[in-house]
């Protein structure tokens, strides 16, 4: 843990890892050193990028338990909500108030094929319940999508209850904002897709998507590109899209983004995600509790089975922007959307932040009483 803690270069004050996880420093290393091969492409030293792509799908399979096969490097999250929606025969039942790609996903489907027909979740308060799910779960429903973590309350849904409750239909989720954070049962999805570049720091343009051998076989390939074929070369002919999570590439993937997220992913094999998501709720406990002291009202949930790394502060409507220059001036770094202000806290939190926070608050405090 103290090794993985050290990886924390960021600026004291830097509250936003739901928004960007600034590099860390395996990742940092990774893309100067293979910059640095790319720059000079001595003989035969370039072969090392074509290892990475394997060395990425390795490094996902141990942390999610999936064999390497069902698993396709993506560029980001979005690609492969895209792959999965448009891969979809039937309706799919989801919240309108995801994060935007999921929906605009499952929209841009039923425009495009008219194969895919969203069925539109009523939440509970913004949250994704086994209980709301089943309340509206019709027999033509195929499939369900969700998020791990919402990226608005903070929500951390309830992979187990959801199963439980749509049975053996497919079952789809977002895992950006919490995957590397969170000890999840991916077991249980039948997509799993998340990018790197939040919780696991490992910079934009790296992502993977993991199949269950269901969704594996079931999921029309629609993007499947040359790479996306059986051969590893193809010439004067179209093929077909090979079997398996293969099919979902369209290119070769960035061989530098793979590898910075391949060490990213395999310093967090190393120090164990549950480990570092203790971390992570005891210092998220610690940000709820400056709030309260300063009676700033929190709208994420406090239970640590609800929650990942997301602190959602809803101060009074007229005091929202009191607050976001506040915490501006005090130089902490967070996000301020729809009325809330969120704070995402990871595994390293130092005691400056917390007092640059606390510096905040209590400026807010003072001219939200005027």
Known sequence: MDDYLAGFTEEPGYLDYARVGPLSRVAAEETLALTQVLERARHSSVDVFGEQDARLRAAASALTGTPDERIVAIPNTTTGLMHAMFGLTGTVLLSPHEFPSVPIAAVRAQEA????????????????????????LEANVAAVAVSLVDSRTGYLCDLEGIRQVIGDRMLIVDAIQGFGVVDAPWELADVVVTGGQKWCRAGWGTGVMVLSERAAEQLTPVFSGFTGTADDEVWDEVPPPAAGARAFRVSNPDPIAAARFAASLEELAEVGVPAVNARVAENVSRVIDLADEFAVPVASSRDERERAGIVVLEPEPEHVTVLSASLHNHGVTATTRLSTVRLSVHAALEDHTLEMLRGALVSFSTAATY
């Open 113 to 136: 094929l008219h194969s895919v027909q969203p069925a539109w979740l009523e939440t509970d308060h913004g949250k994704v319940t086994p209980g709301s799910i089943k309340r509206q």
